[in-house]
């Protein structure tokens, strides 16, 4: 059996931290609510827009072992861009001092983001 592709693994777990921060909790829609057509389409493209650029790092500047770390990297990405009280910033064990400033500097400037639910 394959390993899933890094992106589809960066989804996957960029999805789980949607429903982890966004369903469930009174006054939140209930966690078997599925995701809008819009944003799941949306997650898709902001994490292989993030995939790029953190791609395009100088290898010096990127995190270390990334094929270990694409899952940690969409949860962190969902939580890191809407100021969920974790992060890139809150694991510099696992992706380095310097990495996790710049990849909390790249999640912030995508900005945060409201998802729906149909």
């Known amino acids: 059996m394959s390993t899933p592709r890094p992106i589809a693994r960066m989804l996957n777990a960029y ?3 949607i429903y982890f ?3 469930g909790d009174i006054d939140q829609p209930s966690a078997e609510v599925e995701i809008s057509t819009t944003d799941s389409s949306r997650a898709h493209l902001d994490c292989r827009t993030f995939k790029w ?3 395009g790092l100088p290898t010096h500047l990127a995190p270390a072992d990334l094929d270990s770390l694409w899952e940690q990297i969409g949860h962190d990405l969902w ?7 974790a992060g890139f910033w809150d694991r510099p064990e696992l992706y380095g001092k310097n ?3 710049i990849l909390t500097a790249m999640a912030r400037a995508m900005g945060r983001h409201e998802v729906t639910f149909d």
């Open 15 to 17: 999805i789980e931290a």
């Open 21 to 23: 921060t966004e369903t």
């Open 53 to 55: 650029a953190l791609d």
């Open 79 to 85: 939580l890191t861009r809407n100021g969920q009280g």
């Open 99 to 101: 990495q996790a400033a």
